[in-house]
């Protein structure tokens, strides 16, 4: 599926903390896909903030995040980093 999640528990109460999405099956809510070329992911998220040398942040709620990373000029993956 190209997903791996991280939740702070292995209980039914249990709070999704972190997941990334590697296949290109996965796109952010604006659009940017995993594959996308950079290019790309700029007209889709044109808000977007860099972070690093390769990792955008494509949105920032209430100290939730997704940010998405680059690799030889496509998104590699989206990371979704919650609370």
Known sequence: AGLWATF???T???VLVH???TSTRWS???GV???DRFAR??????YAKRLGAN???LALSHHHSIVA???HGRVVRLAAKLG
């Open 33 to 35: 896909h995993v594959g």
């Open 12 to 14: 039914s109460s249990a």
């Open 55 to 57: 990792r955008w942040r």
């Open 19 to 21: 997941a990334t999405a």
């Open 28 to 30: 952010s809510l604006t």
């Open 69 to 71: 990373v680059i690799s």
């Open 8 to 10: 702070t528990s292995c």
């Open 41 to 46: 992911m700029l007209f889709e998220a044109p």
